[in-house]
């Protein structure tokens, strides 16, 4: 029996896939990595049995593994290894509420929105919230220790993981954390492998907590001459305030929206602020008026006030539309480069100026309360010269981010399209000791190698 017969062989039937046609449906993940390999199967796993028994084939044959959630990722975290398998996980999609503990029990398959779904049944509200929370998976939340629109408040993934049950590149299946809120036995390994982006182990199960459920938002919706000073705006509200969301779009954005699913937006503003509280009372009402203040005194042309919950949300579902919205102008490069909230004008005001050093198109969306950004650069795949001086303006982007204090990615994670100027960022000192973790929990090197380091 050869290897792959012996995988097909010990899962049931219909888990692994290897027809060229659905092996091919699995190479990428949303970033479409050019770098993309091509796997010898697909492996869509069912439970946590089934992964421990395709890790330890894998192990025994020095296969590598790619884990896959929903495919959602935009830094080729999930791209295809030749000669590798995809384990993909979209079919361990359970999910129990615990409304005693107030905890989520996921499967890593399990859409975001589907968490949020559950929980709200019973009042409850799992926070972290990704512009594409309705077709993410929680195994990739868990993986790039996602973060989305309600971060600058509530803040990411790895604020909510409780516990998880991890398969590591032996097979071995280790239970970490619990429902327990605090817990400080032993080394914080729990918070290593939130973030590892599928390189030190395999998530089967996460514990999430939760939280009642917000008050119905107040939203203001903010016109500016520029990038620049909405983002002095953003600085000024975060000297003394946390909205609830604060999110920024530039004239292109808006104009890509508008033209994709039009809202009625202000095509002629050069940026659009949308910020949210949900305060309680009267504190909502004044902390709105400090954002409009600080927009008022930044410049801003236009500020619209609602206390309409669908109102806003239209709002909020136009900012969540940039991606696709963008995507249907050309083919991406993805950045979510980010910087302390005082040097975001700085960083943005960086990239407008790499967009016309390179003559490239770059709208620019970003979670602007915490100062991460998401500058989307628009090429001509069918163009060498414009997927040149587009891939020239990814990496200038990098650098500027970096040169400003500033991280390679905020919540997208590394993946392989990042990977090259990560030593740039953490320094030559915690590459290495990065490595001897890798090397400490994957020997072989067989989780999703090529991936971060």
């Given at each position: 029996?050869?290897?792959?017969?012996?995988?097909?062989?010990?899962?049931?039937?219909?888990?692994?896939?290897?027809?060229?046609?659905?092996?091919?449906?699995?190479?990428?993940?949303?970033?479409?990595?050019?770098?993309?390999?091509?796997?010898?199967?697909?492996?869509?796993?069912?439970?946590?049995?089934?992964?421990?028994?395709?890790?330890?084939?894998?192990?025994?044959?020095?296969?590598?593994?790619?884990?896959?959630?929903?495919?959602?990722?935009?830094?080729?975290?999930?791209?295809?290894?030749?000669?590798?398998?995809?384990?993909?996980?979209?079919?361990?999609?359970?999910?129990?509420?615990?409304?005693?503990?107030?905890?989520?029990?996921?499967?890593?398959?399990?859409?975001?929105?589907?968490?949020?779904?559950?929980?709200?049944?019973?009042?409850?509200?799992?926070?972290?919230?990704?512009?594409?929370?309705?077709?993410?998976?929680?195994?990739?939340?868990?993986?790039?220790?996602?973060?989305?629109?309600?971060?600058?408040?509530?803040?990411?993934?790895?604020?909510?993981?409780?516990?998880?049950?991890?398969?590591?590149?032996?097979?071995?299946?280790?239970?970490?954390?619990?429902?327990?809120?605090?817990?400080?036995?032993?080394?914080?390994?729990?918070?290593?492998?939130?973030?590892?982006?599928?390189?030190?182990?395999?998530?089967?199960r996460a514990i999430l907590r939760l939280v009642p459920l917000p008050l119905p938002p107040a939203t203001l919706v903010a016109s500016f001459p520029s990038v620049v000073a909405a983002a002095e705006a953003v600085v000024a509200v975060r000297r003394s305030l946390r909205p609830s969301m604060m999110e920024l779009m530039d004239r292109a954005t808006i104009n890509a929206v508008e033209d994709f699913s039009p809202r009625g937006l202000d095509r002629t503003a050069g940026a659009l602020l949308v910020a949210q509280s949900d305060a309680p009372g009267d504190a909502r009402t004044a902390e709105i008026a400090t954002v409009e203040a600080a927009c008022v005194a930044a410049g801003a042309t236009e500020v619209v006030v609602t206390?309409?919950?669908?109102?806003?949300?239209?709002?909020?579902?136009?900012?969540?539309?940039?991606?696709?919205?963008?995507?249907?102008?050309?083919?991406?490069?993805?950045?979510?480069?980010?910087?302390?909230?005082?040097?975001?004008?700085?960083?943005?005001?960086?990239?407008?100026?790499?967009?016309?050093?390179?003559?490239?198109?770059?709208?620019?969306?970003?979670?602007?309360?915490?100062?991460?950004?998401?500058?989307?650069?628009?090429?001509?795949?069918?163009?060498?010269?414009?997927?040149?001086?587009?891939?020239?303006?990814?990496?200038?982007?990098?650098?500027?981010?970096?040169?400003?204090?500033?991280?390679?990615?905020?919540?997208?994670?590394?993946?392989?399209?990042?990977?090259?100027?990560?030593?740039?960022?953490?320094?030559?000192?915690?590459?290495?000791?990065?490595?001897?973790?890798?090397?400490?929990?994957?020997?072989?090197?067989?989780?999703?190698?090529?991936?971060?380091?």
């Amino acid at each position: 029996m050869d290897a792959l017969a012996e995988l097909v062989e010990s899962l049931p039937a219909g888990v692994v896939a290897t027809d060229p046609a659905t092996v091919d449906t699995y190479r990428h993940d949303w970033s479409r990595d050019v770098g993309a390999g091509t796997p010898v199967a697909v492996v869509r796993v069912e439970d946590a049995e089934h992964v421990q028994v395709a890790v330890r084939w894998a192990a025994r044959h020095g296969v590598p593994v790619v884990p896959r959630g929903a495919g959602s990722g935009l830094s080729g975290g999930a791209s295809a290894v030749d000669g590798g398998i995809v384990l993909s996980l979209e079919r361990m999609r359970a999910i129990e509420i615990d409304t005693s503990c107030q905890v989520a029990v996921v499967e890593p398959g399990a859409f975001n929105a589907e968490v949020k779904a559950a929980s709200r049944e019973h009042g409850l509200w799992y926070p972290p919230d990704p512009s594409s929370y309705e077709i993410c998976s929680i195994g990739g939340n868990v993986a790039t220790n996602a973060g989305g629109l309600c971060c600058v408040k509530y803040g990411v993934t790895t604020d909510y993981v409780l516990g998880l049950d991890v398969v590591l590149a032996d097979g071995t299946l280790i239970t970490l954390g619990g429902k327990r809120i605090k817990d400080v036995a032993g080394f914080s390994l729990l918070k290593l492998f939130v973030g590892s982006e599928g390189t030190l182990g395999i998530v089967t199960r996460a514990i999430l907590r939760l939280v009642p459920l917000p008050l119905p938002p107040a939203t203001l919706v903010a016109s500016f001459p520029s990038v620049v000073a909405a983002a002095e705006a953003v600085v000024a509200v975060r000297r003394s305030l946390r909205p609830s969301m604060m999110e920024l779009m530039d004239r292109a954005t808006i104009n890509a929206v508008e033209d994709f699913s039009p809202r009625g937006l202000d095509r002629t503003a050069g940026a659009l602020l949308v910020a949210q509280s949900d305060a309680p009372g009267d504190a909502r009402t004044a902390e709105i008026a400090t954002v409009e203040a600080a927009c008022v005194a930044a410049g801003a042309t236009e500020v619209v006030v609602t206390d309409d919950p669908a109102e806003g949300e239209m709002f909020v579902e136009a900012r969540r539309m940039a991606f696709p919205a963008v995507e249907a102008r050309g083919s991406l490069l993805l950045e979510d480069v980010g910087a302390a909230v005082p040097l975001l004008p700085d960083l943005l005001a960086a990239v407008t100026e790499i967009a016309e050093r390179h003559d490239v198109e770059i709208p620019t969306v970003a979670h602007a309360g915490d100062g991460n950004t998401h500058p989307i650069i628009v090429y001509d795949a069918a163009d060498a010269d414009s997927e040149r001086r587009a891939r020239a303006a990814f990496d200038d982007i990098l650098q500027a981010a970096i040169r400003l204090g500033g991280t390679i990615t905020g919540e997208h994670g590394v993946g392989r399209t990042k990977k090259a100027a990560l030593p740039d960022q953490l320094g030559e000192d915690v590459m290495a000791l990065s490595r001897r973790i890798k090397d400490a929990l994957d020997p072989a090197g067989i989780l999703n190698p090529g991936a971060v380091l």
